[in-house]
């Protein structure tokens, strides 16, 4: 069983708090590999300023260039629009691989929000990455009334692969304050430099426009 972690998002886009994330959940879980799951729409954000799928899974792609990270648009191949349908597809079409779910304390805070989230929680360990301002309400939202039980000490993370879902641990980690609202505000036409690239997805191995 390859260990793998799956960090979600739209990455629109990516940034460098992705990469080191993704860096510091590599060594705290012991992972051969991260995927980036470049949704081709996230059903909790708005379409408006929503880049194009090819230009975002590029900006993820160059991102993490050197890195043992994996930057793909499965989902659109996969045809599912919602995480816990992605994550049981996964499961099944890659049985050599043991996937964990990497989320910052941000997406845990609205987890209550998310379709099937106790169902998403059953079906890989979950691990999260404290990200001020959010650690301490998501800590108190309602999901949490049902996960606290099972919460794993951190010290054991690396143990993972023998944890029975629902599983569940929070790491402390201080990454920078960079991010993708941020970015865009800035330079609100970043992905013109991605445009009319065609991709071959590295998982599904497909084309991506």
Do not use: C
């Not at 390859?2 to 960090?7: A, H, S, W």
């Not at 993704?22 to 470049?38: H, I, N, P, Q, T």
């Amino acid at each position: 069983m390859i260990p793998t972690g799956l960090l979600g998002g739209s990455f629109n886009p990516a940034h460098r708090t992705h990469r080191s994330i993704s860096l510091f959940a590599l060594r705290a879980l012991g992972l051969d590999e991260v995927w980036w799951l470049v949704s081709p729409g996230n059903p909790l954000k708005p379409r408006q300023g929503m880049a194009p799928l090819a230009a975002r899974l590029a900006s993820a792609r160059a991102m993490a260039r050197n890195a043992p990270i994996r930057a793909t648009a499965i989902e659109q191949r996969l045809g599912t629009r919602y995480t816990a349908e992605t994550l049981a597809a996964l499961v099944r079409r890659y049985p050599d691989r043991q996937f964990v779910w990497i989320m910052g304390a941000d997406n845990l805070a609205q987890f209550h929000l998310w379709r099937d989230w106790r169902r998403i929680a059953r079906l890989v360990p979950i691990v999260v990455i404290a990200r001020l301002p959010y650690n301490r309400q998501a800590r108190a939202i309602r999901a949490m009334g049902w996960l606290r039980r099972f919460v794993r000490p951190a010290v054991h993370a690396r143990r993972w692969t023998t944890w029975r879902p629902p599983a569940l641990v929070l790491l402390r980690f201080r990454p920078d304050p960079t991010s993708a609202t941020r970015l865009r505000a800035k330079n609100p036409g970043w992905y013109l430099s991605f445009a009319n690239k065609a991709l071959r997805d590295p998982v599904s191995r497909r084309i991506v426009l």
